[in-house]
């Protein structure tokens, strides 16, 4: 048996590998020009590329929806503040493709249709978080605090947490995205995402599920106050055979799929 493993890991590789790669691009999801969608007033979820990407709206205070709030095509990069939330900073989804998915929140949540290795997917900032963090805002404790403080010396971040979860809803880790990085040494090295960024998402391993969460320094009232947006495009992935899912357990063993990152 010992012998027969490395071929029969090698025909189940091959197999997972002959898989054809499906990606998020949301250019399927029809717009007219300068808009979005869905224009979500209760829990609802919609789909691009065989992902269905989660939204949630409070029913208690009848407001506030979170998670993939819209697809999005505008391209008008001087709107900054609310409504006009559903902008990515680049004016364009990434190469530039026409349309974008914009999420707010802790939660947001893409669910894939069978168990599913991961190969990356491009995030950017949007409009109103782009400029909270070069411009600063009245919800921070400091009234219209900048990333980096007076002296740019401040080392603040925003950190979008992508989590894994496997087919039991456990986490099989997380991959951090920096939306904006100022604890550099050398401050010229400050930056905010003005730009689609590529994110190899493929240490994630064999996935059911992506959980979307923020970390940050900017607070207010002891909440993180830079708002929480984030734009993501071109959400790509390889469906695993059925073949690769039966052995799925080995393969972990083995080191050949990942099931957890520190």
Request: aromatic share 12%; hydrophobic share 45%; charged share 15%.
């Amino acid at each position: 048996m010992k012998k027969m493993m490395p071929i029969l890991l090698t025909g189940l590789m091959t197999s997972a590998n002959a898989a054809i790669a499906a990606t998020a691009t949301f250019e399927d999801l029809p717009l007219a020009p300068e808009s979005s969608g869905p224009g979500f007033t209760a829990d609802g979820y919609w789909s691009s590329g065989g992902v269905s990407f989660f939204a949630d709206w409070n029913e208690t205070y009848n407001c506030c929806l979170s998670g993939f709030m819209y697809y999005s095509n505008r391209t008008d990069t001087s709107k900054v503040a609310f409504p006009d939330d559903n902008i990515a900073t680049p004016g364009s989804g990434a190469d530039g493709s026409a349309t974008y998915a914009i999420a707010f929140g802790d939660g947001a949540r893409a669910v894939f249709a069978s168990p599913t290795a991961l190969i990356g997917a491009q995030f950017t900032t949007t409009t109103i978080t782009h400029d909270a963090i070069l411009n600063g805002h009245s919800f921070a404790d400091i009234d219209g605090y900048v990333f980096g403080g007076a002296d740019g010396n401040a080392e603040d971040f925003l950190r979008l947490n992508v989590t894994g979860l496997d087919a039991d809803n456990n986490p099989t880790g997380t991959i951090p995205v920096y939306l904006a990085d100022y604890r550099f040494a050398d401050n010229s090295l400050d930056y905010v995402l003005d730009d689609w960024m590529f994110v190899d998402l493929s240490a994630l391993g064999v996935v059911s599920a992506l959980e979307f969460s923020f970390t940050g320094t900017v607070f207010g009232g002891g909440f993180l106050s830079t708002p929480a947006y984030f734009a993501m495009d071109n959400l790509s992935t390889v469906p695993l055979p059925a073949s690769v899912l039966l052995f799925a357990p080995a393969l972990a063993g083995l080191g050949l799929v990942r099931r957890r990152t520190a």
